[in-house]
T-cell receptor, first 114, second 116 residues
Framework: AQTVTQSQPEMSVQEAETVTLSCTYD???????LFWYKQPPSRQMILVIR??????QNATENRFSVNFQKAAKSFSLKISDSQLGDTAMYFC???????????FGTGTRLQVFP | EAQVTQNPRYLITVTGKKLTVTCSQN?????MSWYRQDPGLGLRQIYY???????DKGDVPEGYKVSRKEKRNFPLILESPSPNQTSLYFC???????????????FGAGSRLTVL
């Protein structure tokens, strides 16, 4: 069975600095999708970034980028130039290539300080 | 606006009093799913549906029921709520994975349920 592990329950960063959130996963599949979701205090689940396992290039979305290491089954999220609005819970998630179920990690609570 | 709508957003109830959390999507998605979110546990799937009249258990289905009589609606039913069902609930929908795999789950705003 696939699992997703986020080993950092909480992290903090100063505004304008860079922070990296870690995520590892376990799967026997070769093709799959990985996601990072942001959950601000409003509780809304917001898709931050998505990576397709068959693409070697790391995905980027503005200040958000990932470091996807397929062999190591690692999928970290880097937030550059952190902003106060980045304060949120961040969830890493996995989905198999031909399945619909999203498997989540336990989340990392990020606090951005002024 | 494409969205998933859940109601109620907040509910406090007592043990044993049946309740239903409604979920509706306007994107003509085949796949719908319910998750519960608990501190330290992330989001765990309760039930899912791949189309009308097709539902199946997720990882934590005990104490819950669902139905899918129409494509747009996927209500979550707690027949006899207990305090361990106090949680934050999310409904989500997407197109089926199929061959493209390009589907992305769209989430509702969440429903905070407290069972006393």
């Amino acid at each position: 069975a696939q699992t997703v592990t986020q080993s950092q329950p909480e992290m903090s960063v100063q505004e304008a600095e860079t922070v990296t959130l870690s995520c590892t996963y376990d799967t026997s599949e070769n093709n799959y999708y990985l996601f990072w979701y942001k959950q601000p205090p409003s509780r809304q689940m917001i898709l931050v970034i998505r990576q397709e396992a068959y693409k070697q290039q790391n995905a980027t979305e503005n200040r958000f980028s990932v470091n996807f290491q397929k062999a190591a089954k690692s999928f970290s999220l880097k937030i550059s130039d952190s902003q106060l609005g980045d304060t949120a819970m961040y969830f890493c998630a996995f989905r198999g290539r031909n399945t619909d179920k999203l498997i989540f990690g336990t989340g990392t609570r990020l606090q951005v300080f002024p | 606006e494409a969205q998933v709508t859940q109601n109620p957003r907040y509910l406090i109830t007592v043990t044993g009093k049946k309740l239903t959390v409604t979920c509706s999507q306007n994107m003509n998605h085949e796949y719908m799913s319910w998750y519960r979110q608990d501190p330290g546990l992330g989001l765990r799937q309760i039930y899912y549906s791949m189309n009308v009249e097709v539902t199946d258990k997720g990882d934590v289905p005990e104490g819950y029921k669902v139905s899918r009589k129409e494509k747009r609606n996927f209500p979550l039913i707690l027949e006899s709520p207990s305090p361990n069902q106090t949680s934050l609930y999310f409904c989500a929908s997407s197109k089926l994975a199929g061959d493209s795999g390009a589907n992305v789950l769209t989430f509702g705003a969440g429903s905070r349920l407290t069972v006393l």
